[in-house]
């Protein structure tokens, strides 16, 4: 178990937490959420005893061995193989020991103790982590220094996956995974065998790998069961709660206060004027929950062109060797919506180069419309920025026929204001440098926007107005991301990288998500459409029937949630003496809205079967 007690910490003389307490049990998934800012790294440096206390205490069980990844594996000749197994200091203790030792009870001790570690099958332990994370065989047994660093940081923390730490700490873990990595963590930690806390913004692995969420807010923890989205729903309620009893209590103030004023003059209403003044004094303040300051993304509108604004046929294209993808026949409209499927080395940055225009066929037909604007961003293009200039330099430079004021408002309608404007890149942080990098790709309003994975360092508010950014855009979108969220808010078409091809994805996400998670290699092309059979008469009967009965169901639960939504609503119930009382009609909302969605889901279906039928 995991207890902060009373914790009190501040940067700079800024206060970060104040008599912060919470209990962590032993082998949870907790996830770690707050403001950008709110110190949640911070916190994690505590833990590790990195940075000493102000006042209180954090406490674990003796010998608990924490977790957390480096920044980087450093540049070397060792292979990723071996560079994962030396993470278990104490096995490659154990085994250089056994190596020289002579006295017969240590050597039984050790040998001993290798047993219980399982050494003998860390290496295959090792590689299957690799392996999640993207490394094939042939990758896993070459040195350190043939990768990047982003590839490097994957190594990091198939490391402190294979030394499995009682208390593992990860920040951000999926910002350098593709979709099939995430997904593979997602899973690898919820089978996990000791305790995790994740600092993440990716919704997908809040709601599948963690139990709980440890809230980071006005200096303070409170720690909530259940996954992200039940959290946001909580919390939600109790700022309308919050909110709505700060009304009535300034109207009660005001009140209380024109009585005062009115009668602390007259000797008949002394008593009661001075009465009044005590009953504003005791009264406690309600405070409701400040509002996540809203973000945004303003994408300029493109005219619209005339269909389809790429089209390819029999296109192959590669780089100096044997092409990656070949035989390429697809089309995009200025309306399309297309997500890119498929693992690691597949091709979907040789596509998207492609269509962005960085990379020329090799063979094949490629046309475009003339007035083809393209907008591309990749996450190596903020590291690309000129960290010696500021935003406004970098729009100066593009648009130097622009005023001042007009470039400020380009950078406003990206959450970038004056004081961000100002501030040279090397001080930012990424989520500011990512919103600078996608204003500069769309800064010439383009009718195709390809995005590889453009998430990456922004918090959970700025995906969510992305998602809305993207939503209200006029113009085509190549998607490329891990955030399985935003794939499925955004896209309406899935296209399958593999094997040197792209077709259309038959299935959905979920299916996908599952399919990997299997470890299946076949993911399925399009199925054929067929064309379907008249119903009969009987059938669309039942038809209606079903769809009936699917509303008659969602008409029910919609009652059952609003008498829930008002039971909550008591503030009575936030009561210390009531908390137990509280989560258990908190965990009945929850299977409510659960079974709301579920309910909404079949009614769907039903009506889609009804309109096909009809």
Request: one cysteine or more; a negative charge.
């Given at each position: 178990m995991l207890r902060i007690s009373d914790i009190s910490y501040s940067v700079e003389g800024r206060p970060l937490l104040v008599g912060a307490s919470a209990t962590i049990p032993t082998g949870h998934k907790v996830g770690l959420v707050g403001r950008n800012g709110a110190g949640k790294t911070t916190l994690f440096r505590l833990i590790r005893g990195e940075l000493a206390l102000e006042g209180g205490d954090i406490s674990m069980p003796a010998r608990s061995r924490i977790g957390g990844v480096a920044q980087e594996v450093p540049s070397s000749s060792t292979t990723l193989l071996q560079t994962v197994l030396q993470a278990d200091t104490e096995r490659e203790a154990l085994l250089a020991e056994a190596?020289?030792?002579?006295?017969?009870?240590?050597?039984?001790?050790?040998?001993?103790?290798?047993?219980?570690?399982?050494?003998?099958?860390?290496?295959?332990?090792?590689?299957?982590?690799?392996?999640?994370?993207?490394?094939?065989?042939?990758?896993?047994?070459?040195?350190?220094?043939?990768?990047?660093?982003?590839w490097r940081m994957r190594v990091a923390l198939a490391g402190v996956l294979f030394a499995q730490p009682d208390f593992l700490l990860l920040d951000e873990p999926t910002n350098y995974l593709d979709l099939e990595g995430a997904l593979w963590l997602e899973s690898y930690l919820a089978k996990y065998p000791h305790t995790v806390i994740i600092i993440s913004h990716d919704r997908g692995l809040l709601n599948r790998a963690v139990q709980g969420i440890l809230h980071l807010d006005e200096k303070k923890l409170t720690y909530w069961t259940g996954p992200y989205d039940q959290f946001a729903r909580q919390m939600a309620e109790?700022?309308?709660?919050?909110?709505?009893?700060?009304?009535?209590?300034?109207?009660?103030?005001?009140?209380?206060?024109?009585f005062v004023d009115r009668f602390k003059a007259k000797a008949s209403k002394a008593v009661q004027a001075q009465s009044r003044v005590k009953m504003l004094e005791k009264m406690e303040t309600i405070t409701p929950p400040e509002e996540a300051r809203k973000q945004v993304f303003t994408f300029p509108e493109p005219e619209e062109l005339s269909p389809p604004i790429i089209n390819m046929d029999g296109v192959s294209v590669g780089y100096d060797g044997?092409?990656?993808?070949?035989?390429?026949?697809?089309?995009?409209?200025?309306?399309?919506?297309?997500?890119?499927?498929?693992?690691n080395g597949e091709g979907k940055s040789t596509l998207s180069k492609l269509l962005a225009g960085k990379l020329k066929p090799v063979s094949g037909k490629m046309t475009q419309s003339s007035k083809l604007r393209i907008g591309y961003f990749a996450q190596h293009q903020v590291d690309e920025l000129f960290i010696d200039e500021t935003p406004l330099q970098h729009l100066q430079r593009m648009r130097p026929a622009e005023g001042q004021p007009r470039l400020r408002a380009r950078l406003a309608g990206f959450g970038?204001?004056?004081?961000?404007?100002?501030?040279?890149?090397g001080r930012l942080s990424g989520g500011q440098k990512a919103r600078l990098s996608l204003l500069l790709a769309t800064l010439e309003a383009p009718h195709l926007l390809i995005l590889?994975?453009?998430?990456?360092?922004?918090?959970?508010?700025?995906r969510e107005a992305l998602v809305e950014a993207l939503t209200q855009y006029s113009g085509a979108v190549v998607l490329v991301s891990h955030d399985m969220h935003l794939l499925g808010l955004v896209a309406d078409r899935l296209w399958?990288?593999?094997?040197?091809?792209?077709?259309?994805?038959?299935?959905d996400l979920e299916a996908y998500r599952k399919?990997?998670?299997?470890?299946?290699?076949?993911?399925?092309?399009?199925?054929?459409?067929?064309?379907?059979?008249?119903?009969?008469?009987?059938?669309?009967?039942a038809l209606r029937a079903e769809v009936r009965k699917c509303e008659e169901r969602l008409v029910k639960l919609n009652d059952m949630r609003d008498k829930l939504a008002k039971k909550l609503a008591d503030p009575a119930l936030y009561e210390p003496e009531r908390l137990g009382e509280m989560e258990t009609w908190q965990k009945k909302y929850a299977e409510v809205m659960e079974g709301l969605d579920r309910a909404e889901a079949m009614w769907l279906k039903a009506q889609e079967k009804l309109e096909a039928a009809a």
């Open positions: 190596e020289t030792a002579t006295d017969p009870h240590r050597i039984a001790e050790v040998q001993a103790r290798l047993n219980d570690i399982d050494a003998w099958s860390a290496e295959g332990r090792a590689a299957s982590i690799l392996k999640g994370l993207g490394f094939d065989a042939e990758a896993q047994l070459r040195p350190c220094s043939d990768f990047s660093g982003g109790r700022r309308a709660v919050l909110q709505a009893e700060a009304k009535k209590q300034e109207a009660r103030r005001a009140h209380l206060q024109s044997p092409p990656v993808l070949r035989n390429l026949s697809l089309r995009i409209d200025q309306d399309d919506r297309i997500a890119l499927l498929g693992r970038l204001l004056a004081d961000q404007a100002e501030t040279v890149v590889d994975e453009p998430t990456n360092h922004l918090d959970m508010e700025s399958l990288v593999k094997g040197g091809a792209v077709a259309p994805y038959g299935e399919q990997l998670l299997a470890g299946d290699e076949t993911a399925k092309p399009a199925k054929p459409v067929e064309k379907p059979k008249k119903a009969s008469r009987d059938e669309v009967m």
